[in-house]
């Protein structure tokens, strides 16, 4: 399957679509307290850059966003990909998106958090294949059960 992945403003129809199915897909998994949602306004603010991956025939079948902090980090949110597509590399191409984009902006350290137990292993075997590792929890993240957080280093040379 042909994807491409750019930069869109997540204030589309498809794309609110792939949002609600990530919503409507941790709704289950983890307690509300612990799912630290955006909306897709709140993924239009001028910190955030949405990258949505789209099939051959146009349509929306993964999403994920790059959120800067002002210390010089920034933050891997609402990553999703269609489970029609799941296994297909499609996270990984908008993984790979958002760290290039964090690399030319010069960011220091690529952070993430996610949910942990069932449903969210796919999650965690891309976020370790793409070079993230376990870390504390950050920002203002609770340290909780119910979350794994990650980092990535991106003040180093990129490998060959």
Known sequence: MAVTVAIETPLQDDVRKLVSQLNEHLLPLSPLEFQFKMTVEQMADAATTVFVAR???GAAIGCGALKLADDGTAEVKRMFTDPAVRGQRVGSALLAAIVALARAKGISSLMLETGVGPGFEGAHRLYT?????LRGAFYDYPDSEWS?????????EQPA
């Open 148 to 156: 794994a957080f990650f980092e990535m280093p991106l003040n180093m």
């Open 129 to 133: 294949r793409s070079g993230f590792a």
């Open 55 to 57: 099939d051959e025939t």
